[in-house]
């Protein structure tokens, strides 16, 4: 279980998280939605350790983040990027096999490679794309491997961040579903990212939505819909007019 | 009033020594990544053959034209006091102790520190730099590393190479230009250059490759977002390697030849 305890996190004069709670079950699958701009990558940034919060505690089953071995920590994660991320020196299979074959438990290139293989297959590509780099692949396959990476070294916790931003209404719904698909199949925690409400629905568990620097509603998916919230109401349905200001 | 201009000078004055602080803080941190596992060896193996083998066309070109404008120079300047004999004893001491590490390490300035430093921060916009931290790989060492490691191994053989290059171009202008004689100029050449003279500039060679892939590195890992930032890491490596370079070289050159 994840808790995130009155985080706040502050860029110059931008108070971007002004104390956030909120919890994330094991075995849940949690979407994180809310505008542009109002701190969901942040969020998941903190708690990975890639920013340092300000103040607040976050704890991975009761343990403080900030003072766990940070190799330990890290390896029970996956994280599927915005952009993919992938290295763009490395063929693609090197990609998904990067965490294989470095550290304690370091793999042979040989096995790396073939469990790189089999988890192209699991995200729909072919051994085909394995020898080729990143830049040849079109934005839907980058995804799909950075998904694979995320999913290489099977880890008890996967973020997806803005997982289907910038790829079409077609391609979105393939990696939504490959994503609920694997989540439900490892057995794994989940968090994404987005503001895609098509990805909400196919993903989520639970839903938190971020506004001003607060969770502003959680809940199940299921409540979503029936929510009294106004913020949230007017952020499923895209209306311009409501309490969240349409010029930030 | 008083205050307001002490206040217009402190701050510039403060900024320039935090910045000094933060480099120096992340060479600290390199020097001491250098010698703890895990090391990569694949990417050192990378960063040798790019900054070293792929560095030697612009850095021999350079030492060739050099060194044959150096003996004209050196011939035309002796001739006003009868000492044009002293061109390829001139030429030799003057590429390895100065202009074959100073003009290599510049050279290597502008094809290497821009590239790594366009290269970790285009990483770094593109989240690739939090992707490693996420696959517990430390970026200090995976990427930081082994590009300053080759770099300061690699220089010095550079510049080695350049000197020869560079004494080359010499030899040629004295034999074709200057009327020189061909075993004559190589005899009074290898008569007057010392060890340490070649020594010295491998020395400083070692020096501007640590600084050059230093400032690559450091510029990249705090480059700002987007192009711009991106762009404004490349610029502000090149300049501060070069700016550090000349001062370190005459720093070396105090230290090696004034005592």
Known sequence: MIELSAVTKTFGANRVLRGVDLILPRGQSMVVIGGSGTGKSVLLKCILGLVRPDAGRITLDGEDVAKAERDAFLARFGMLFQGGALFDSLRVWENVAFRLMRGAKAMPPDAARAIALEKLRRVGLTPAVADQYPAELSGGMQKRVGLARAIAAEPEIIFFDEPTTGLDPIMSGVINALIREIVVEMGATAMTITHDMSSVRAIADRVAMLHAGVIQWTGPVADMDAAPDPYLQQFIHGRADGPIESVR | ?259
Not at chain 2, 71 to 95: D, K, T
């Open chain 2, 1 to 259: 009033m008083i205050a307001a201009a002490l206040a217009s000078i402190g701050r510039p004055v403060l900024a320039g020594l935090a910045a000094v602080g933060r480099v120096a803080r992340f060479a600290g941190e390199a020097i001491t990544h250098l010698i703890r596992p895990p090391f990569y060896l694949r990417e050192f193996g990378h960063s040798l053959l790019q900054i070293g083998w792929f560095s030697l066309p612009v850095v021999g070109l350079t030492a060739l034209f050099t060194g044959g404008a150096l003996a004209l120079q050196i011939y035309s300047g002796g001739a006003r006091f009868n000492a044009e004999s002293v061109v390829p004893s001139i030429v030799a001491i003057g590429m390895a102790r100065e202009l074959g590490p100073v003009l290599g390490g510049l050279m290597v300035a502008a094809r290497v520190a821009s590239s790594i430093a366009a290269e970790i921060g285009t990483m770094k916009v593109t989240e690739q730099i939090d992707a490693l931290v996420t696959l517990s790989t430390n970026p200090m060492k995976y990427l930081v590393v082994p590009r300053v490691l080759a770099a300061t191994l690699a220089v010095p053989v550079l510049v080695a190479v350049g000197d020869s290059i560079g004494i080359m171009g010499g030899w040629l202008v004295g034999i074709t230009r200057l009327d020189f004689n061909s075993a004559g100029y190589l005899k009074t050449t290898t008569d007057f250059l010392e060890t340490w003279d070649v020594a010295s500039g491998m020395i400083k060679g070692a020096a501007f490759g640590f600084i050059v892939a230093l400032m690559g590195c450091y510029f990249g890992m705090n480059s700002a977002r987007g192009a711009q930032g991106v762009g404004a890491a490349t610029k502000s490596a090149v300049v501060a390697a070069s700016v550090l370079i000349l001062a370190a070289n005459y720093l070396l050159t105090e230290v090696f030849f004034t005592s």
